[in-house]
């Protein structure tokens, strides 16, 4: 079972600075099934990045995902106050199938 | 436009049964499998596991069997999730989900959250 460890923890950042995101997975993956969620509390997580690097519908360009193999980085290019949240990387396996997710990167404002 | 809403928040005590439940909407419901997502209180999400709307057949993520039920009523568009002999470590949100494209999970429910106490 594939397992995914996310960095750091916690990262403490200032408005308009650039957060970087880590995601590793124990053994290589696909990128086709990496994705990455942001979760703001008292809400359901959001779709940001699906294929490790593709946006979704309505996710600023601010955010990018890139990586393959067992490495994955999301990286916001400028914090906005609204992008201060809690962000998870998941990998589905297509050959079980099951949805596995790390145990999340928690940005907050410094 | 694509909706999934979850019934209400549930206090139970151990022991108990509950069932909560997960209506779709703005789309054909048995095109996509709904899978369930539990975020205990102030935890990560863990995914639970799925249920094909297609066939019926549930599909149980390891520490999910047993006391885990995925269901369906297609006729109401309907998923449900039924926990037996709940314990107060059940106590967390339960999110409904199902993608938009293979390998992620877009469109979500509101959250049910379950608390379990006596």
């Known amino acids: 079972e594939i397992v995914l460890t996310q960095s750091p923890g916690t990262l403490s950042l200032s408005p308009g600075e650039r957060a970087t995101l880590s995601c590793r997975a124990s053994q290589s993956v696909s990128s086709t099934y990496l994705a990455w969620y942001q979760q703001k509390p008292g809400q359901a997580p959001r779709l940001l990045v699906y294929g490790a690097s593709s946006r979704a519908t309505g996710i600023p360009d601010r955010f990018s995902g890139s990586g393959s193999g067992t490495d994955f980085t999301l990286t916001i290019s400028r914090l906005e106050p609204e992008d201060f949240a809690v962000y998870y990387c998941q990998h589905y396996s297509p050959s079980r199938p099951s949805f596995t997710f790390g145990g999340g990167t928690k940005v907050e404002i410094k | 436009q694509v909706q999934l809403v979850q019934s209400g928040f549930e206090l139970k005590k151990p022991g108990a049964s509950v069932k909560i439940s997960c209506k779709a909407s703005?789309?054909?419901?048995?095109?996509?499998?709904v899978s369930w997502v539990r975020q205990a209180p102030g935890q990560g999400l863990e995914w639970m596991g799925r249920?094909?709307?297609?066939?019926?057949?549930?599909a149980y993520a390891q520490g999910f069997t047993g006391r885990f039920v995925f269901s369906l009523d297609t006729s109401v568009s309907t998923a449900y999730l039924q926990i037996s002999s709940v314990k107060t470590e059940d106590t967390a949100m339960y999110y409904c989900?199902?993608?938009?494209?293979?390998?992620?999970?877009?469109?979500w429910g509101q959250g049910t959250l379950l608390t379990v106490s006596s």
């Open positions: 989900a199902r993608k938009l494209v293979s390998g992620s999970l877009y469109y």
């Open positions: 249920i094909s709307t297609n066939t019926g057949n549930p």
């Open positions: 703005g789309y054909t419901f048995t095109d996509y499998a």
